[in-house]
């Protein structure tokens, strides 16, 4: 069993960072894939990046290539998600996801975070 617990979600302006976190409790979790998928009001769940356990591969969508980078520090049972040069439409509630994988399909992962919320304000 892995449980999952992010943090790090703010109000921050346009062109600003922010950096989430995704902090697991388990065993196990160092050999586990990680994913980041966010949900918009009145939208779909969709993929953010997803990384190895390794860390060595990372998969990014196109929406936030570039500006996106995920880590992980496997001794402290953490991912993170540093965001920057963000945009309005990154606004979302940010989940972690963790499972054998890494796959890009939400429905492929059985463990996942509370959320947390991000706003980038225009």
């Known amino acids: 069993q892995v449980q999952l617990v992010e943090s790090g979600g703010g109000l921050v302006q346009a062109g600003g960072s922010l950096r989430l976190s995704c902090a697991a409790s388990?065993?196990?979790?160092?050999?586990?894939?990680v994913g980041w998928f966010r949900q918009a009001p009145g939208k779909e769940r969709e993929f953010v990046v997803a990384?190895?356990?390794?860390?060595?591969?990372?998969y990014y969508a196109d929406s936030v290539k570039g500006r996106f980078t995920v880590s992980r520090d496997n001794a402290k049972n953490t991912v993170y998600l540093q965001m920057n040069s963000l945009k309005p439409e990154d606004t979302a509630l940010y989940y972690c996801?963790?499972?054998?994988?890494?796959?890009?399909?939400?429905?492929?992962?059985?463990?996942w975070g509370q959320g947390t919320q991000v706003t980038v304000s225009s």
């Open positions: 996801a963790a499972d054998r994988g890494p796959y890009l399909r939400a429905a492929m992962y059985n463990y």
């Open positions: 388990g065993r196990t979790f160092s050999s586990y894939a």
């Open positions: 990384i190895t356990w390794s860390g060595g591969s990372t």
